[in-house]
């Protein structure tokens, strides 16, 4: 597609349900970053896919997180038993080949948890 | 001590003003540098990369200060589609971009 596409762009889930939040990346970049931002807050880094390299899952606030990448195209963040510390703009990037180069970002899901 | 730090701002200041923020960073080991520009409630955008020797797009500067450790953006002739927040983010060669809190920025008719 023309730029990076995230879904839903808005979620509200009630505390303890398990959520998925899709990104769909600029064809052929193969680094793909999601981050988190809260309120007023700045971005936190998640995880980070490189092409088939194992992904940099170190930004994973807890166990609760996981996120896959799917033939190196599409990825899936899921966030199971959802606390309302959770709740914020989930914000996936895409780059051509990885740090260094341009980051493009999607619009976000603005995750909201009751 | 915090990766990417930037001053905290709020910045308001009248049109036309010249503005300017700062960043540091605290590896020394970091090789690339960047300003991205983030819209209220809308994704960060890609403003300009900071090249050593400094660079200039139009009424922006960036400035790095490899032996102080921070890089600095100006802004001259402030107009009212400044009004943003401008992140501050540091690379250190094959790991993640780090993005400091970001600095507000209001420019006031």
């Known amino acids: 597609g023309a730029g990076v596409s995230q879904s839903p762009s808005n979620k509200v889930t009630e505390k303890g349900k398990d959520v998925e939040l899709r990104c769909d990346p600029i064809s052929g970049h193969t680094a793909l970053y999601w981050y988190r931002q809260s309120l007023g807050q700045g971005l936190e880094f998640l995880i980070y896919f490189q092409g088939n390299s194992a992904p940099d899952k170190s930004g994973l606030p807890s166990d609760r997180f996981s996120a896959e990448r799917t033939g190196g195209s599409v990825s899936t963040l899921t966030i199971q038993r959802t606390q309302q510390e959770d709740s914020a703009v989930y914000l996936c990037a895409s780059s051509a080949s990885g740090p260094g180069e341009k980051l493009f970002f999607g619009s976000g899901t603005q995750l909201s948890v009751l | 001590r915090k990766e990417v730090e930037q001053d905290p701002g709020p910045f308001n200041v009248p049109e036309g003003a010249t503005v300017a923020f700062n960043c540091t960073y605290s590896?020394?080991?970091?090789?690339?540098f960047f300003w991205y520009r983030q819209d209220c409630r809308k994704e960060p955008k890609l403003l300009m990369s900071?090249?050593?020797s400094g660079n200039e797009d139009g009424r922006f500067t960036a400035q790095l200060n490899r032996a102080s450790q921070y890089i600095s953006l100006l802004i001259r002739d402030s107009k009212l589609s400044d009004s943003a927040t401008y992140l501050c983010?540091?690379?250190?060669?094959?790991?993640?971009?780090?993005f400091g809190p970001g600095t507000r920025l209001s420019v006031l008719p």
């Open positions: 983010v540091v690379i250190v060669y094959g790991q993640n971009f780090v």
């Open positions: 900071v090249y050593s």
């Open positions: 590896n020394s080991a970091s090789q690339s």
